[in-house]
């Protein structure tokens, strides 16, 4: 018996030992080791988790990055600036750059997510490329414009693709996408004085888009506003006292007269400088006519916000008053009554001795059409 009992010792140890050496443990339940877990060794020479899955924020980031590089591709090939003096050159590319154009316009136009500095930095250099450029020599030498009448229009062969860059600019202008704060670093004082320069195109379509978008910068860069007011006066400086020609005049006062009428009341001094030091100046230039109704406009905005201006208004008419021009004469008489049914008599009563030997003057003019203007 103790040699049976012996005997069966002797062969569990040896089946132990065994299965502890992981060679044939499968008989006994408590031979089973645990599955071994991965090294460091094996998991730090690929750099890769062995099961995680991956991150979603890692993933938007890449799809992130993928918009920006592709918005930015796309604009990227939109500066290059092509001859469009002849049709046939580049036709091609000119037609690329038009659908690649166009594809920015739908892409901001639907566009669900900020776009981020590096994009708003490449729209800002793109619109430099194409916008900002110097116009053709003008053929003005020799020739007398009526004061009434505009010169021929000119048509720029560009607009094809000018006016989508206008549109896409118009588009980033307005669209709450792009921070404000962030493109400010952008149209900064640079970017809107060449902008300004623009207005003098000989190209009504170009002024006209370009009288929208510097409303709409107004309205938004607020920090924008006292360079603008200031750009805006030296234009006008320049245009009296210097050139006596400038295309965009009347674009700019309509842009003004809005801005005008957005000022609070009491008007602030510098806003008074405004109408004295730029705006009355403009009655000066023979081409006056041309944009007569807006200067009236904002002078009258001046007058509905402060009636004291009035008497200001009269005596600057009566200072740049034409004196051989019967033409103006009756453009002057003209505004001289929208003036006076907007003043009160004690301002009325400051300027009256001037204001009316002024029009015993126009009694008197040799031109029938201005005495029927001072009668009736």
């Known amino acids: ?10 062969w569990k140890a040896m089946k132990s030992s065994s299965g502890g050496g992981g060679g044939g443990g499968a008989g006994s339940p408590l031979a089973k080791t645990p599955p071994a877990l991965p090294s460091s060794r094996e998991n730090g020479a690929t750099g890769k988790p062995s099961a995680s899955p991956p991150s979603p924020l890692a993933g938007a980031g890449a ?33 690329r750059k038009r659908q690649m154009l166009m594809s920015l316009v739908d892409c901001i136009g639907a566009a669900e997510e900020p776009l981020t500095e590096t ?59 792009v921070d404000a704060k962030v493109a400010r670093k952008y149209v900064d004082s640079s970017f809107v004085s060449k902008l300004l320069d623009l207005f003098d195109s000989d190209d009504p379509r170009e002024r006209d888009c370009l009288k929208t978008i510097l409303h709409r910068i107004y309205g ?21 006292f210097e050139t006596d020609h400038h295309n965009g ?27 004295w030091k730029a705006l009355i100046p403009l009655h000066k230039p023979k081409s006056v006519g041309v944009y007569l109704p807006q200067l009236t ?7 509905e916000k402060e009636p004291k201006l009035a008497g200001t208004v ?25 003036v006076l049914e907007l003043t009160d008599m004690a301002e009325f009563q400051k300027c009256m001795v001037p204001l009316f030997r002024r029009i015993a003057s126009c009694l008197n003019s040799s031109h ?4 029927l203007v001072v009668t009736f």
């Not at 003004?256 to 806003?271: C, D, Q, R, Y």
């Open 249 to 275: 005049i009347a674009e700019l006062l309509e842009v003004f007269g809005s801005v005008i009428s957005g000022f609070a009341k009491p008007l602030k001094e510098e806003h008074k400088l405004f109408l």
């Open 1 to 10: 018996m103790w040699k049976q009992f012996i005997g069966k010792l002797s």
């Open 314 to 338: 009269i005596r600057g008419l009566l200072k740049y008053w034409p004196v051989t021009n019967s033409q103006k004469e009756m453009m002057f008489l003209g505004e001289l009554e929208e």
């Open 220 to 240: 938004k860069f607020m920090g924008n506003r006292p360079f603008i007011r200031k750009a805006v006066s030296n234009i006008f400086y320049r245009f009296v």
């Open 297 to 303: 406009y904002c002078i009258t905005q001046f007058i």
């Open 119 to 177: 994009m708003i930095a490449a729209c800002v250099r793109m619109f430099a490329a194409n916008l900002f450029r110097v116009f053709p020599p003008k053929v003005r030498l020799g020739t007398t414009a009526s004061e009434t009448e505009e010169d021929e229009p000119f048509f720029d062969p560009s607009w094809y693709h000018l006016q989508v860059v206008y549109e896409f600019l118009l588009r980033f202008v307005t669209s709450s996408l």
């Open 368 to 371: 029938f059409q201005v005495q």
């Open 63 to 95: 799809e992130v990055r993928s918009r920006e590089e592709a918005f930015i591709q796309k604009v990227n090939i939109c500066c290059a600036v092509y001859d469009f003096s002849d049709r046939g050159k580049d036709s091609p590319e000119k037609e």
